[in-house]
């Protein structure tokens, strides 16, 4: 499998904070092929070896506007560490209905395609939301993810609203409010 041509934007580049534009229906072939090859780019990316051998780092998302298209659409391509299958998500027109009031942070880190350097500090999430979207067909469906699905949801909409998830680090005190949250 050839890995595909996916230029993804730097944080420097000012297109990642234009808030992206609904999408209508029906979706032409080219966003669609643009799609699936982003699902096949973050797969390939969580392969070891692949990752190896074309210099990519591991995604498990990625937003339009990352490839300097500001539509409202993401894809999530999760890698089920047992099985080995990938749950996918093609996202469109996204919007939070219902969220948690827990919140939770990745202990780790949360880290982005986009943001290429290391940065310290905890970003709160919500740990379980409902958002309400269109399929690639247009139909309107709703879905209910949790942990770290919804901690991707919630980085690829912000996404969407041009904002990075390093803007929502404290920047005089990273871990602030830290032992409100619960790790993932």
Known sequence: MNLPNIKILDEKNKILRTISKDVTFPIDEETKKLIYDAITYLEMSQDDDIALEYDLRAGMGLAFIQMGIPKRIFVIANKDENSGKFEEHIIINPTIVAQSEELVYVGEGEG?????????????????????????????????????????????????????????????????????????
Request: glycine content about 4%.
């Open 112 to 184: 982005c395609l986009s943001v290429n350097r290391p940065v310290d500090g905890i970003v709160p999430r919500h740990a379980r939301i409902t958002v309400k979207y269109n399929d690639i067909e247009g139909k309107e469906k709703t879905v209910r993810v949790r942990e770290d699905i919804a901690v991707a949801f919630q980085h690829e909409i912000d996404h969407l609203n041009g904002i990075l998830f390093v803007d929502k680090i404290d920047k005089k005190n990273p871990y602030k409010n830290k032992e409100k949250m619960r790790e993932i």
